[in-house]
T-cell receptor, first 116, second 112 residues
Framework: DVKVTQSSRYLVKRTGEKVFLECVQD?????MFWYRQDPGLGLRLIYF???????EKGDIPEGYSVSREKKERFSLILESASTNQTSMYLC???????????????FGPGTRLTVT | SQKIEQNSEALNIQEGKTATLTCNYT??????LQWYRQDPGRGPVFLLL?????KEKRKERLKVTFDTTLKQSLFHITASQPADSATYLC???????????FGTGTRLLVSP
């Protein structure tokens, strides 16, 4: 079974702090994604990566950065946390870049981040 | 503008009945569409994928249809059970590079 793990289930940080959210997948997947989920807005893509050291902006990248130094690990960084970044953060992975394969995404359990 | 719409109101049905959830989209031309289940406090779990050239897909008690003319997908759960209670998300591909756009989901409540 594919397993996607996230470093924390719950996190409370103060405004202005630098925050690191870690995600690890164990199935050698090429693609990894970071989403945030807010009531009424659904899942929104922050960044994704289709290879080591590669990253692409999603729909809402402002205020975030990412790092992918190893294939299995994808980190989301909030350089200076703000209260509007309070949200559920979900990491996902999928197998291949090949558009014809249409792979499903496997999600981690999520990190509920509160910024006070 | 581009939109994916799912009924934001919860769907309440009785055990044993068929649940039908709707996903409508505007200004997308997806090559495929996916459905996920999400339980409270957990990440979504993949259920089914249907391609643009497929009218219908089945998996056990689940059935998905995809009408590219109507720009709509229907998700059916037959013989529903209380354990089917969850939020169901539809997602379609955007740009074709494994990048999905998700609807906001519909909450399904199946009562005994």
């Amino acid at each position: 079974d594919v397993k996607v793990t996230q470093s924390s289930r719950y996190l409370v940080k103060r405004t202005g702090e630098k925050v690191f959210l870690e995600c690890v997948q164990d199935m050698d997947h090429e693609n990894m994604f970071w989403y945030r989920q807010d009531p009424g807005l659904g899942l929104r893509l922050i960044y994704f990566s289709y290879d080591v050291k590669m990253k692409e902006k999603g729909d809402i990248p402002e205020g975030y950065s990412v790092s992918r130094e190893k294939k299995e690990r994808f980190s989301l960084i909030l350089e200076s946390a703000s209260t509007n970044q309070t949200s559920m953060y979900l990491c996902a992975s999928s197998h291949s870049l090949n558009p014809s394969l249409r792979d499903e995404q496997y999600f981690g359990p999520g990190t509920r981040l509160t910024v006070t | 503008s581009q939109k994916i719409e799912q009924n934001s109101e919860a769907l309440n049905i009785q055990e044993g009945k068929t649940a039908t959830l709707t996903c409508n989209y505007t200004n997308y031309s997806p090559a495929y569409l996916q459905w996920y289940r999400q339980d409270p406090g957990r990440g979504p779990v993949f259920l089914l994928l249907i391609r643009e050239n497929e009218k219908e897909k089945r998996k056990e008690r689940l059935k998905v249809t995809f009408d590219t003319t109507l720009k709509q997908s229907l998700f059916h759960i037959t013989a529903s059970q209380p354990a089917d209670s969850a939020t169901y998300l539809c997602a379609l591909d955007d740009t074709g590079f494994q990048k999905l756009v998700f609807g906001t989901g519909t909450r399904l409540l199946v009562s005994p």
